[in-house]
């Protein structure tokens, strides 16, 4: 709802629009407030805070409060971060910041600690495991490959439609690959699974729940994100990625128990020669 407002606040009445900022400036208020009282709030009539909330899509007053309400109670600083355009620096900090915060804690708690462990089990297990993104999701991949290699697994990051589509007709069964999505919807990525399934691989997705990346997947990550910053760029989905790419690492590390531990050291220790001494 706040993103909404935030979206049609530049084609609004003036009136309107002075509505629509102190909505966005004191969102909790609202819900306790008549109609009345947030016209003169505003400062502006009645019927200007009706055709406010129509220009939203709602039907009235008390529909709007009812949207803003059910919005602000599945995240309660919601409503704080939307950002506009009249947000100064510090404010669209805050507003990042705490996006991601609340994004990542919402994300923590949904995760299902059984489909964490299936996911583990199988890139352990993997002769190969491959991470495939496009876009921002590519970056994630890229990342994700980083860290899991340190992690003495082969492993390679794709996200060229041509070359992951030749990778998954490549696999062994058994082979893993991690398939990253924001959308869950990308024709593409949705391909490359299909091919890799039917050759006996393994796809472990990180999607929106309900999405066709999760349905198709042999272990679905569910990961559901509200972006409500989306205007200007999607921040928070993929950092809540990268947040579960480390999951899995912190899990896989685990599985392999001190030998890894010993690896990882002389990596540390060869990779201080690289670096200038103070």
Same mark, same amino acid.
């Given at each position: 709802?706040?993103?909404?407002?935030?979206?049609?606040?530049?084609?609004?009445?003036? @009136?309107?629009?002075?509505?629509?900022?102190?909505?966005?400036?004191?969102?909790?208020?609202?819900?306790?407030? !008549?109609?009345?009282?947030?016209?003169?709030?505003? #400062?502006?009539? #009645?019927?200007?805070?009706? !055709?406010?909330?129509? =220009?939203?899509?709602?039907?009235?007053? /008390?529909?709007?409060?009812?949207?803003?309400? $059910?919005?602000?109670?599945?995240?309660?600083?919601?409503? $704080?971060? =939307?950002?506009?355009?009249?947000?100064?620096? %510090?404010?669209?900090?805050?507003?990042?910041?705490?996006?991601?915060?609340?994004?990542?804690?919402? &994300? !923590?708690?949904?995760?299902?600690?059984?489909?964490?462990?299936?996911?583990?089990?199988?890139?352990?297990? %993997?002769?190969?495991?491959?991470?495939?993104?496009?876009?921002?999701?590519? =970056?994630?991949?890229?990342?994700? /490959?980083?860290?899991?290699?340190?992690? /003495?697994?082969?492993?390679?990051?794709?996200?060229?439609?041509?070359? /992951?589509?030749?990778?998954?007709?490549?696999? $062994?069964?058994?082979?893993? &690959?991690?398939? +990253? @999505?924001?959308?869950?919807?990308?024709?593409?990525?949705?391909?490359?699974? #299909?091919?890799?399934?039917?050759?006996?691989?393994?796809?472990?997705? +990180?999607?929106?729940?309900?999405?066709?990346?999760? $349905?198709?997947?042999?272990?679905?990550?569910?990961?559901?994100?509200? #972006?409500?910053?989306? +205007?200007?760029?999607?921040?928070?989905? !993929?950092?809540?990625?990268?947040?579960?790419?480390?999951?899995?690492?912190?899990?896989? %590390?685990?599985?392999?128990?001190?030998?890894?531990?010993?690896?990882?050291?002389?990596?540390?220790?060869?990779?201080?020669?690289?670096?200038?001494?103070?």
């Amino acid at each position: 709802m706040t993103q909404k407002i935030s979206d049609a606040i530049l084609t609004m009445r003036k @009136s309107e629009r002075k509505v629509a900022e102190f909505v966005l400036g004191h969102p909790a208020d609202i819900i306790h407030m !008549r109609i009345v009282d947030l016209a003169k709030r505003a #400062e502006v009539s #009645e019927p200007t805070v009706v !055709r406010f909330c129509r =220009a939203i899509g709602c039907e009235g007053f /008390q529909d709007f409060k009812l949207n803003l309400a $059910q919005q602000l109670a599945a995240s309660p600083s919601f409503g $704080q971060i =939307a950002v506009t355009d009249e947000d100064t620096v %510090a404010d669209y900090s805050h507003k990042v910041f705490d996006s991601t915060v609340d994004t990542l804690l919402k &994300v !923590r708690d949904s995760l299902n600690p059984e489909i964490l462990d299936r996911a583990v089990t199988a890139l352990c297990n %993997a002769n190969r495991v491959e991470f495939f993104g496009f876009g921002a999701s590519g =970056a994630v991949a890229a990342d994700a /490959q980083h860290k899991f290699f340190r992690l /003495q697994l082969a492993t390679a990051a794709y996200s060229d439609h041509h070359i /992951q589509h030749m990778s998954a007709m490549s696999m $062994q069964p058994g082979d893993v &690959v991690v398939a +990253i @999505s924001q959308s869950g919807r990308t024709e593409a990525l949705i391909n490359a699974i #299909e091919v890799v399934r039917s050759v006996g691989g393994v796809v472990i997705a +990180i999607a929106p729940s309900g999405s066709p990346v999760i $349905q198709k997947a042999s272990i679905p990550i569910e990961v559901d994100v509200e #972006e409500d910053i989306e +205007i200007y760029t999607p921040l928070s989905s !993929r950092i809540a990625h990268l947040v579960v790419i480390d999951v899995l690492a912190i899990g896989v %590390a685990k599985h392999k128990g001190p030998k890894l531990h010993d690896h990882l050291f002389r990596l540390k220790q060869g990779l201080r020669k690289l670096r200038v001494q103070n």
